[in-house]
């Protein structure tokens, strides 16, 4: 019963909580604005203690990403957090990880850009979440929380598809969800897995030659040709695997709309809001919200595109999204972007007059 | 039921604790409720506002054009905030810390002068909860005993002995608050 108590907090602390109870074995992290409240809440619950997490504040962002790579070799479940400037940092790692088929979770609590950029919310990491961001041809499991419920909701599963598909998933959320309060029922403890748990799960993981066995090697080197070319196959073949059946997604109000917006994250929160105005007045609109940005619902997206009359793409940054949902249309209705940037975020009033505007 | 509330002052008058308190009394009425604060580089003498919302129904968003309620406790919040509240809408205002009252006249005015009770009843540090009665005199939004209840919640059991004090704040508020 105590396990589902209703509280109230940040969605960085939600983080920081569902990670001790979904068996985290560790943490590695750096503070950075507006995401520091993760690492905090650990500092502060001390899950040493209670579950033997570990939890360490690497000197940056690069060793943090690394002591993530290792710990994913050893098959343990591991994962760091950042905001933008810290996660670009981290690519070099995050990359090594993808092309070395390594699971774990990396958190993004989104900030405004390019380089410094402020503190405080946006949606700008899009391109760098889901199209690379490293090099290499990869991909991320890309989750987007739009409450603090599913900041706490998506540390499970991110880490669940991380070793189902072992990849790297990451959480892509932003300042706004991150420093906001909300309702949450944190997930029941999950014990951390047995080193004997680990073994049968993750056979390729580097757990010690028991019995014997064939060494396991982790790296993300091929120097033969032939071989890295098989490599990228495979990896590319585990793509599709997810793009077929691993798309999440919710719709809003889209029964009898004529126009969608299409939005995720906290731009889906203002987006229910400006629909809620909108339809006040008349406008027949419903959203529809991308909960995985990759996988991106694209099949979803191309049967809206033959319901409604047009599209706007809501999203906290100069136009990202946007781009998908346009390669999911193929020109079939007008798509359109709006977007605030810099930090400032769009108000639902705002939102209701480019509607209005735009088709 | 949803109250769409601003808040707004300088960082150090309890602004986002007030606002804490609220949303928790709020979830102790199994209510909805958003908590969404400007965060910043924020210091003492800076500005400081959260916007929160306690509904019956799931909160949309927690950014938001206007306010059912703003309640404003610097001049600068009462220039920013006075036009986003909606007509027929609320604004409450501490005298003190506000000497330029507001104008509108499609909204309904309340004056608290919060800042002198506290210093009158010598419990300075209880200013934000002696607004937070005045609030709950115009707007029951939450009801007293759950914003005690909320008190024993998020106050550090060290700090329980001050709860009385608070209670008295938060009555002295819904005294002194006065329509304009």
């Known amino acids: ?359 | 039921m949803t109250e769409e509330i601003i808040i707004a002052g300088f960082g150090g008058q309890g602004v986002l604790s007030m606002g804490k308190i609220l949303a928790y009394a709020g979830l102790m009425e199994g209510k909805e409720v958003t908590w969404m604060p400007a965060y910043g580089p924020e210091q003492r003498g800076g500005t400081a506002n959260v916007t929160v919302i306690v509904s019956d129904s799931p909160v949309s968003s927690p950014i938001l054009s206007s306010y059912d309620t703003a309640i404003v406790l610097n001049q600068p919040s009462l220039e920013k905030f006075e036009p986003k509240v909606k007509p027929g809408g609320t604004l409450i205002y501490d005298g003190y810390g506000i000497p330029e009252p507001p104008t509108r006249k499609d909204i309904d005015v309340f004056r608290i002068d919060a800042m002198d009770a506290a210093a009158e009843m010598n419990l300075i540090k209880t200013f934000n909860m002696i607004v937070l009665g005045g609030l709950l005199k115009i707007h029951p939004v939450v009801g007293i005993e759950s914003v005690l209840a909320a008190l024993r919640k998020t106050l550090p059991e060290r700090h329980h002995h001050l709860i009385p004090k608070n209670e008295e704040a938060i009555r002295k508020g819904m005294e002194i608050i006065k329509k304009l």
């Open chain 1, 1 to 359: 019963m105590a396990d589902q108590e209703i509280t109230l907090m940040k969605g960085n602390e939600a983080i920081a909580h569902a990670a001790i109870r979904c068996g985290c074995d560790g943490y590695f992290g750096y503070p950075i604005t507006p995401q520091s409240e993760v690492l905090e809440t650990l500092a502060e619950q001390k899950p040493w203690e209670t579950t033997g997490m570990v939890v360490l504040q690497a000197e940056s962002e690069v060793s943090s990403i690394n002591m993530v790579y290792g710990g994913a070799c050893t098959g343990k479940k591991v994962m760091t957090s950042s905001s933008s400037p810290g996660v670009s940092l981290m690519q070099e790692g995050i990359s090594y990880m993808a092309g070395a088929e390594l699971p774990a979770l990396i958190v993004n609590v989104m900030r405004g850009g390019p380089g410094l950029g402020t503190i405080q919310p946006s949606q700008s990491d899009y391109f760098q979440a889901c199209k690379g961001g490293g090099h290499g041809d990869y991909h991320l499991i890309v989750l987007a929380p739009a409450s603090v419920q599913e900041m706490a909701d998506f540390v499970d599963l991110a880490f669940t598809l991380a070793f189902r598909y072992r990849n790297p998933a990451m959480i892509l959320a932003d300042g706004a969800i991150g420093q906001m309060m909300e309702k949450v029922v944190l997930p029941p403890f999950k014990p951390r897995r047995t080193e004997e748990e680990i073994i049968k799960e993750c056979p390729w993981a580097t757990t010690g030659r028991i019995g014997g066995r064939k060494p396991n090697i982790i790296t993300s080197l091929e120097l033969r040709s032939e071989e890295m070319e098989v490599i990228n196959l495979r990896i590319q073949a585990k793509y599709r695997e997810i793009e077929a059946k691993e798309v999440r997604y919710e719709e809003f109000m889209l029964d009898d709309a004529e126009y969608a917006i299409v939005a995720f994250g906290s731009a889906a929160r203002i987006a229910k809001k400006s629909i809620e105005i909108a339809r006040a007045q008349g406008i027949k609109v419903g959203l529809l919200r991308p909960i995985t940005l990759w996988p991106f619902p694209t099949n979803e997206v191309k049967a809206l595109a033959s319901r409604v009359k047009g599209i706007l793409s809501l999203e906290i940054n100069a136009g990202q999204m946007v781009e998908d949902i346009r390669l999911a249309v193929e020109g079939a209705v007008p798509v359109r972007h709006f977007g605030r940037l810099g930090g400032i975020i769009p108000d639902p009033d705002e939102v209701v007059e480019v509607l209005k505007s735009s088709f």
